[in-house]
């Protein structure tokens, strides 16, 4: 009888049933191998804290801490899993999502879009949203939110604190003083680099700029005038030998005129004996 009534249930019910159940198999895979890496980066720690290595085991926390807080994820989309697989019956009569649900049903939403792991997420997403339309964000779990949207990278106390933490799991005497005091080092060398490069807190810097601004300033205008100079120069210069040249070119040109009067003009073509013709007319006029 029940395996009767189960091949009737609408699609919402069956679709939700088998993706929280495929849901629940994915989270057991990925939460063992994110288990694994953090079993190594533990023994990397402890390996970097014998030989000596303690800025290395403080960088290690770091990744540690990142695998940490995706397992926490893990835990949370479980937990909520758990909690629609229970409740499919009430959500199934109700057309609106039940109070009971709706923190689970806004947590996984949200979830899909931060945890790629997972992605049966996505498909959950889409049958809820189908059926009871957006999610409420007021509504998603706290301390999911702050896993994923609102975290940041963890404190320098945190990282020096799982270190510690490891090596008393471990049972390695270890004294983070030192490194307390390197990291500190470093922390003030870098707030000093950027006031350097800023330059907005020290007066001094301020008076140094503007006097290197001033003295850049006055070269270049020096070096233009001392261009436009040579510039003017060049062309008193280029036009003065030009006058003095224009002399002599003038005197060769009147001499190559003496020398070859007909240069241009051609000669005037005469008859011959026309003179002479002229002359014994005028001899008769005056004989007459």
């Known amino acids: 009888m029940n395996i009767f009534l189960?091949?009737?249930?609408?699609?919402?019910?069956?679709?939700?049933k088998s993706t929280t159940s495929y849901m629940k198999i994915r989270l057991d895979i990925v939460r063992k191998k994110r288990i694994a890496m953090v079993n190594f980066l533990k023994m990397d720690i402890v390996d970097f804290l014998k030989n000596g290595l303690e800025y290395n085991a403080y960088t290690r926390a770091e990744m540690l801490l990142e695998e940490l807080r995706i397992i926490s994820c893990y835990d949370i989309i479980e937990r909520f899993c758990?909690?629609?697989s229970e409740?499919?019956?009430?959500?199934?009569k109700k057309r609106e999502c039940p109070e009971e649900c709706k923190e689970a049903v806004s947590s996984l939403i949200h979830a899909a879009a931060w945890v790629p792991d997972v992605p049966e997420l996505k498909d959950l997403r889409a049958v809820f949203t189908h059926r009871f339309g957006s999610f409420i964000h007021s509504s998603v779990n706290h301390e999911l939110v702050e896993k994923t949207e609102l975290r940041s990278?963890?404190?320098r106390e945190l990282k020096i604190q799982t270190v510690k933490d490891i090596s008393k799991e471990f049972s390695i005497e270890w004294d983070p003083t030192a490194l307390?005091?390197?990291?500190?080092?470093?922390?003030?060398?870098?707030?000093?680099?950027?006031?350097?490069?800023?330059?907005t807190d020290d007066p001094k810097i301020r008076e140094e700029k503007s006097t290197v601004n001033d003295q850049s300033e006055d070269e270049s205008v020096l070096s233009e005038s001392w261009?436009?100079?040579?510039?003017s120069k060049g062309s008193l210069s280029s036009s003065s030998s030009s006058s003095r040249?224009?002399?002599r070119r003038d005197s060769e040109k009147k001499k190559k005129k003496k020398i070859l009067p007909y240069g241009l003009i051609s000669p005037p073509r005469t008859?011959?004996?026309?003179?002479?013709?002229?002359?014994?007319?005028?001899?008769?006029e005056v004989d007459i």
């Open 6 to 16: 189960s091949c009737f249930k609408p699609k919402f019910y069956k679709k939700s």
């Open 82 to 84: 758990d909690c629609i």
């Open 87 to 92: 409740n499919l019956t009430l959500m199934l």
């Open 153 to 155: 990278r963890p404190s």
């Open 180 to 199: 307390n005091l390197f990291l500190l080092g470093q922390t003030s060398s870098s707030q000093i680099d950027d006031k350097v490069e800023t330059g």
């Open 227 to 231: 261009t436009r100079d040579s510039l």
């Open 245 to 247: 040249s224009s002399p």
């Open 271 to 284: 008859k011959p004996g026309g003179r002479n013709n002229e002359k014994s007319q005028e001899e008769k």
